[in-house]
Nanobody, 123 residues
Framework: QVQLVESGGGLVQAGGSLRLSCAAS????????MGWFRQPLGKGREFVTS???????AYADSVKGRFTISRDNAKNTVYLQMNRLEAEDTAVYYC?????????????????WGKGTLVTVSS
C-alpha cells in the first residue's frame, strides 16, 4: 500500500502562483512515476504533469511553460509549482503514482491516488 497526502491548495488571484506538494509513504519502492491530475467541477479527471524517478517529465499542453514538476526521491515527495495561474486552472488537484510501464494518459492505470486538494483561481 502507498499513502499519498497532498497539500498547498487554496485561493489565488489570476496571474498568481501556488505550490502543491504530495508526500508518499508506505511501499514507495513499488512505483517509479509521480504526477498530478486535476478535475474541474463537473468535468472528468485530466492529466497535468508527471515525473519519473530518473527525472523524465511530461506536461499537458495547457500548462506547459507555466507549471513545473519536481521530485525529491529521498523524501518521496513531488512538487507542482504553478505560475501565471488562470481561472481555467480551477480544479481539485490529485497526486498519483504509477508503476513503470503505466500510461499517464489513462487515469485508470494509476496505482494510487491522493484525496485531492482544491485550487481556486479568481479572475
Amino acid at each position: 500500500q502507498v499513502q499519498l497526502v497532498e497539500s498547498g491548495g487554496g485561493l489565488v488571484q489570476a496571474g498568481g502562483s501556488l505550490r502543491l506538494s504530495c508526500a508518499a509513504s508506505g511501499r514507495t519502492s513499488s512505483f517509479g512515476g509521480m504526477g498530478w491530475f486535476r478535475q474541474p467541477l463537473g468535468k472528468g479527471r485530466e492529466f497535468v504533469t508527471s515525473i519519473w524517478r530518473g527525472g523524465t517529465t511530461a506536461y499537458a499542453d495547457s500548462v506547459k511553460g507555466r507549471f513545473t514538476i519536481s521530485r525529491d526521491n529521498a523524501k518521496n515527495t513531488v512538487y507542482l509549482q504553478m505560475n501565471r495561474l488562470e481561472a481555467e486552472d480551477t480544479a481539485v488537484y490529485y497526486c498519483a503514482v504509477a508503476s513503470y510501464g503505466r500510461r499517464w494518459s489513462d487515469p485508470s492505470a494509476m496505482d494510487y491516488w491522493g484525496k485531492g486538494t482544491l485550487v481556486t483561481v479568481s479572475s
